[in-house]
């Protein structure tokens, strides 16, 4: 994963005015709701918990919360319930003799229990301890309202004594979350599952991609809260399933539309505050996905305005990726413009690679021909090409499986991203993943919903829906038997204790690029 991070300095970027201005005007009115915790709870070590803790209900009633004093070294764990994003107060008072010196406090913002079982101050990892969500507060006067000024993704917040003094102690009451997101779980159009599994696997979903959805579909709520292209590819088709929010695709098309380099190439993500700015990161494949995401928008809305306004900016970056195939027909990869795929660096990404630019290609053409390009038979041309040089060189009819890379390496990334791309007809394409079934199944080494979202849809287009159900319900579904109450940002089922950043107490568990059965569902297993 150590590409998703890179530092290109020089980097020279158009600001198309006329653009941003249309992202702003898109920019939606957040919606909010107060919501309380439900209980109280104590954060015990479980070594057979997600890692390692689990929240008990505590001896203490969340309705007397205001008759319990706390002193130095005590601790109170409120749990909301569910996730949530949002600002957080709550009313402090002083019990005993007059306040004699400041009250000091630690508060913990917890997606889960492990947040605050592990000690942070342990934490070692490449990402910044910044993230980390607890504060240090000190208070001169009580009673007063602690009001938390920065937004906060959790489900469980934890408040620790850290001192008052020998002659008082501290109570709390009415503790309050604000929330925010620029959709309301009642914009979901109900759809009928009986398989009760696949039921919470929906609800789960529909709640990640709600707390996700702010001023910019954020990759994940409790860290950069940033927008990521490959992220905003797939919460688009996820939310035209269900909240089909039409103004909020429009502004994140926007932003990226009206930030390329000057060459013409997309950042693989983009800033919001204090104003637009776009990343120095780059991949291949999330820089291409702008235009996937532009042909689904217009799918689903019938926009002619932005297609007239992004179509330049998707054909310029078609041009740039082109110049990638070498002279076989073939992807070069280049360390400069790397190919995602997932976080794994340890699968050769070549044929994934050439895949999802043919994949690509054949959604711009289908834009092309709404535009009556003159150059769509160029475009159909290349494709043939391209997909002739991967069924010619990329596929071993020896192991029935795609190779890539000079090593001739087969994964599974590689016969997924060939069966979404169509590369081969329906009959072949169901042969293909039989074979992976039966080679690479069950999947290991992959650690993120993303990945897993195109094996399950994979599966589903190459008529496989029976083993698409069950991938959705052992991995989806298996984070919701460790208790998830939105999706994750990586979870690999043979470790579920497994963090990309060396502690729980970093990573992000309610995550953009997870909530999408509730696409597959809607597309594949409901009408």
């Given at each position: 994963m150590a590409f998703t991070f890179q530092i290109n300095n020089g980097v020279k970027f158009n600001h198309n005015k006329n653009l941003l201005k249309k992202a702003d005007e898109n920019i939606p009115e957040?919606?909010?709701?107060?919501?309380?915790?439900?209980?109280?709870v104590d954060i015990i070590s479980d070594k057979n918990a997600m890692n390692g803790f689990k929240a008990i209900k505590s001896d203490k009633k969340i309705e007397r919360l205001s008759d319990y004093s706390f002193k130095k070294g005590q601790r109170l764990v409120l749990d909301f319930g569910n996730h949530a994003v949002g600002y957080f107060k709550i009313d402090l008072n002083s019990v005993g003799s007059p306040m004699d010196a400041p009250a000091y406090l630690h508060l913990t913002f917890a997606e889960t229990p492990a947040e605050i079982g592990v000690d942070s101050s342990t934490y070692d990892g490449w990402l910044s301890s910044s993230w980390i969500a607890e504060e240090y507060v000190h208070l001169d006067v009580l009673p007063t309202t602690l009001k938390m000024p920065r937004r906060y993704s959790f489900r469980y917040v934890e408040i620790e004594v850290k001192d008052t003094s020998p002659k008082w102690q501290i109570s709390f009451s009415n503790?309050?979350?604000?929330?925010?997101?620029?959709?309301?779980?009642?914009?979901?159009?109900?759809?009928?599952?009986?398989?009760?599994?696949?039921?919470?696997?929906?609800?789960?979903?529909?709640?990640?991609?709600?707390?996700c959805m702010q001023e910019v579909f954020e990759d994940g709520p409790k860290r950069d809260h940033r927008l990521w292209l490959g992220d905003l590819r797939l919460q688009a088709l996820a939310n035209y399933a269900t909240f089909n929010n039409q103004e909020l695709v429009k502004r994140c098309l926007y932003l990226f539309g009206g930030m390329t380099t000057e060459e013409g190439k997309i950042s693989a993500n983009v800033f919001t505050k204090p104003e637009s700015i776009p990343d120095d990161t780059f991949m291949y494949d999330y820089s291409l996905f702008f235009i996937s995401v532009l042909k689904d928008y217009f799918d689903n809305f019938k926009d002619q305005s932005i297609l007239d306004d992004l179509y330049p900016v998707a054909k310029k970056e078609i041009e740039l990726a082109l110049k990638e195939i070498g002279t076989d027909n073939i992807l070069k990869m280049n360390e400069d413009w790397p190919v995602f795929v997932d976080w794994s660096n340890d699968i050769d990404k070549q044929a994934s690679g050439q895949a999802i630019l043919i994949y690509v290609l054949k959604q711009f053409v289908a834009l092309a021909e709404q535009k009556q390009d003159n150059d769509i038979n160029k475009y159909k041309r290349i494709i043939d090409d391209l997909s002739k040089a991967a069924k010619d060189e990329l596929f071993d009819s020896n192991k029935g499986l795609f190779i890539s890379g000079p090593d001739r390496e087969v994964n599974i990334a590689s016969q997924v991203w060939m069966v979404i791309a169509h590369v081969l007809n329906d009959d072949e394409n169901n042969e293909l993943m039989t074979k992976s079934v039966e080679e690479l199944f069950p999947v290991t080494g992959i650690a993120t919903p993303y990945m897993y979202h195109h094996i399950a849809l994979a599966l589903f287009e190459s008529g496989h829906k029976n083993d698409g159900v069950e991938l959705i319900k052992s991995y989806w579904g298996k984070m919701v038997d460790l208790g998830a109450d939105t999706f994750w940002e990586a979870f690999e089922p043979e470790d579920p204790n497994f963090s990309p950043y060396g502690s729980p107490v970093i990573n992000s568990y309610c995550h953009a690029w997870s909530c999408t059965p509730i696409y597959l569902i809607r597309k594949y297993l409901v009408k």
């Open positions: 957040l919606k909010h709701e107060k919501i309380h915790p439900v209980k109280i503790p309050e979350v604000t929330t925010e997101s620029a959709v309301s779980v009642k914009d979901v159009p109900k759809v009928e599952i009986d398989d009760p599994m696949l039921k919470k696997i929906d609800q789960v979903s529909i709640k990640t991609l709600q707390d």
